[in-house]
Nanobody
Framework: QVQLVESGGGSVQAGGSLRLSCAAS????????AGWFRQAPGKEREGVAA???????DYAVSVKGRFTISRDAAKNTVYLQLNSLKPEDTAMYFC??????????????????WGQGTQVTVSN
């Protein structure tokens, strides 16, 4: 049984930082594309970042330069470092995984596996 479990969410003030983690069980990121998505109340789900085993990374324009996606193969965990947080970053953040490459695919959001989400709240 595949499980993706997010952690690290919380409430911070604008300008603060958080690091989200997504630990996988029953699945390996070794040949997969891993992504982070977010959804705020009343808004559509948005792709935030993705990383592949080749080292390819991609980011939404709204977070580029502030967020960093990375992975630790030994821990089978993907991370999302969130810096310089803004109130508009407030959302439920989800990690996801799918086989194959990220490039040209990840923004469609058609991932095979999803975590349950972790809430990020940024206040002024």
């Amino acid at each position: 049984q595949v499980q993706l479990v997010e952690s690290g969410g919380g409430s911070v003030q604008a300008g603060g930082s958080l690091r989200l983690s997504c630990a996988a069980s029953g699945y390996t990121y070794s040949s997969a594309c891993a992504g982070w998505f977010r959804q705020a109340p009343g808004k559509e789900r948005e792709g935030v970042a993705a990383i592949s085993t080749s080292g390819y990374t991609d980011y939404a324009v709204s977070v580029k330069g502030r967020f960093t996606i990375s992975r630790d193969a030994a821990k089978n965990t993907v991370y999302l470092q969130l810096n310089s947080l803004k109130p508009e970053d407030t959302a439920m953040y989800f990690c996801a995984a799918m086989g194959g490459a990220c490039a040209g695919r990840w923004r469609r959001g058609r991932f095979e596996y999803w975590g349950q989400g972790t809430q990020v709240t940024v206040s002024n």
